[in-house]
Each structure stands twice: as structure tokens, then as C-alpha cells.
């Protein structure tokens, strides 16, 4: 039977792609197939999503005309990933490969064929992503619903226009890791504060998942809800203090422009 949707590399985004599309986002296992040229990483699959179709390669893909692509592979092999989807006459393209351009991906499919792209974040992989989509060339409407549909399943998704997928990239792409980063220091401070790993750990997990569903909820600024907690001469002044003095801010604006410089160059 023709699969509905080929997920090329079962790695850690398109491996998240998968499990929020059957798990949560309504598609039928037995509509999906993961591409994946690892032995381990088509057992893991295999297992977690009965009914997954998970081949070695693009070519033993069951596809029929109206069959899409994700393309979750490394930047390297993008373009002779997309060589092997039009050779085996998928026309329509979805990409989360980080800082490639719709038109390298483009001239590598044949004429006329749909890219759109993405970047996801890897919350994706518990619903909780958030993905920016925009057109190549070719993508019309009914391409930006489709891929919307495709990411909708496991997140939030936004269109923009190409030129700002670098700075989606090193703002909400890479977010993660600067949260995940903050959270490690936390933990850190609490344990040389003398608390335990266990409970500094639980502590900040809850402080930073209410954090964000709070900021998420309350639609207020984030400014409002930080003054909201700042109490004149008290403690959380104390450590915004400390932090404002070692520059926290403009290191987080530092990184973010170093990761979107980074994915400039990959592009080039
Ligand atoms: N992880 C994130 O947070 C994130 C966020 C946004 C966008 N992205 C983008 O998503 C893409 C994938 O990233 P990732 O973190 O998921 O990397 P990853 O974990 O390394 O996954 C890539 C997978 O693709 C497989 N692969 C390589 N060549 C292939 C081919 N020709 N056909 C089918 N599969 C092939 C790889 O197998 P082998 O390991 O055996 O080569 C690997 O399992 C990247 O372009 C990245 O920029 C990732």
C-alpha cells in the first residue's frame, strides 16, 4: 500500500516528527514510512509505532504521485536526499533542514516540484513545539496548509517569509538548548547552596515549566510578570542584580546572533 507521508531520517527531529504525528496528531501508522539508513534507530521505531512502515532507504519507499516528504537529515546530505525523493516521484517537500534555502533543495527535484520549509524545535517531541513554515517557489496555499498540518500535529505553527528562517533558527531552533542551559546552572546553584540534585533538580524543572506556562497563559509581558515578583529591596532584586551585572542579557543576545550567523554561513 502507497504511504501518505515519507519521513525521511528517523533521527531526533524527524524520529519526534513521527511520534507526534501518530501518537498525538491523528495519523495512522500504517500512513507514515521513515526512511532511516541506522539498523538501530528503524528497530527503535519499529517498536515504539506498530504498524510503522521503516525502510533503509528512499528508494524502498512504497510512495504513490500524491505522496509528501519531510526531509529531516543533516545539511549535508539534504541535497542528495532530495535527488533520491524525485527520483522516485515525490513532488512535494516539507524541510526542517537547518539554514539550506528552498531553492538549493528546488533545483535538486524536478522542475516545478514543492519545497517548503521549516524549523521546528525539538518540544515537538511532547506537542510542545513551535515551528516557523515558508513556500519555496513553488508553494501554494494548499502546500503551506498541508505542511501546517504535517507540524500542527506536534505544536504551534507560524508562517514568515524565507529570508527570517535564520533568525527563527537560532531564536526558537536552538531555544531549547538555552533554557535546558539556564536549567543545568540552577541546579547547579542549588546544589552549591547546599540542597540535594534530587530536589534542586525538581525544583527548577517546576520553576521553569511554570514559568514558561504562566508567560504562555497570562499573555502578559514577560517585563510585567518579572517586575510582578520584584519586590522593592527584596531577594528576587538581589539576584537580578547579580545577573544584569554579568551581562546576562546581552549574552543571550550574543548567543542568539552567533546561531543565526551560524546558520547564515551553512546556507553559503
Ligand atoms: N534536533 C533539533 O532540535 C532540530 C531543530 C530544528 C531543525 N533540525 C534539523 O533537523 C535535521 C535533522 O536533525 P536531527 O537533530 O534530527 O539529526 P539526527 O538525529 O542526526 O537525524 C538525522 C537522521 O537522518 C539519517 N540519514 C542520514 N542520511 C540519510 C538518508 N540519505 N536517508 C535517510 N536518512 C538519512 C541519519 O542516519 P545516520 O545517523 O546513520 O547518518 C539520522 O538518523 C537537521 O537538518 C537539523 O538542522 C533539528
Do not use: Q
Not at 9 to 36: I, K, N, P, S, Y
Not at 234 to 256: D, K, Q
Amino acid at each position: 500500500m502507497a504511504t501518505s507521508l515519507l519521513v525521511v531520517g528517523g533521527g531526533r527531529m524527524g524520529g519526534a516528527l513521527v511520534t507526534g504525528l501518530v501518537t498525538r496528531g491523528g495519523w495512522a501508522a500504517h500512513d507514515v514510512t521513515v526512511a532511516e539508513p541506522d539498523e538501530r534507530r528503524r528497530a527503535d521505531l519499529s517498536s515504539a509505532h506498530p504498524g510503522l512502515l521503516v525502510v533503509g532507504t528512499v528508494a524502498d519507499a512504497p510512495v504513490d504521485a500524491g505522496c509528501g516528504a519531510v526531509l529531516a537529515v543533516k545539511p549535508d546530505v539534504a541535497e542528495p536526499a532530495c535527488r533520491a525523493l524525485g527520483a522516485i516521484g515525490v513532488r512535494r517537500v516539507l524541510s526542517v533542514v537547518a539554514g539550506m534555502p528552498a531553492g538549493r533543495l528546488e533545483a535538486c527535484l524536478p522542475d516545478g516540484a514543492v519545497v517548503v520549509r521549516a524549523m521546528p524545535n525539538i518540544p515537538a517531541l511532547v506537542g510542545a513545539g513551535v515551528t516557523a513554515i515558508a513556500g519555496g517557489a513553488h508553494a501554494r496555499a494548499a502546500d503551506l496548509e498541508w505542511a501546517e498540518g504535517v507540524l500542527g500535529a506536534v505544536g504551534a505553527v507560524v508562517r514568515v517569509p524565507e529570508r527570517h528562517l535564520d533568525v527563527v533558527t537560532g531564536l526558537s531552533g536552538s531555544g531549547p538548548a538555552y533554557v535546558f542551559l539556564v536549567a543545568e546552572a540552577l541546579i547547579e546553584a542549588g546544589v552549591l547552596a547546599g540542597l540535594s540534585r534530587e530536589l534542586s533538580t525538581s525544583l527548577v524543572v517546576g520553576t521553569v515549566r511554570g514559568a514558561g506556562e504562566l508567560l504562555a497563559e497570562s499573555g502578559e509581558r514577560p517585563e510585567v510578570l518579572r517586575a510582578d515578583v520584584t519586590s522593592p529591596g527584596g531577594t528576587t532584586a538581589a539576584g537580578l542584580r547579580a545577573l544584569e551585572a554579568r551581562g546576562v542579557r546581552s549574552a543571550f543576545i550574543e548567543a542568539v546572533l552567533a546561531a543565526v550567523e551560524r546558520s547564515r554561513s551553512l546556507a553559503r
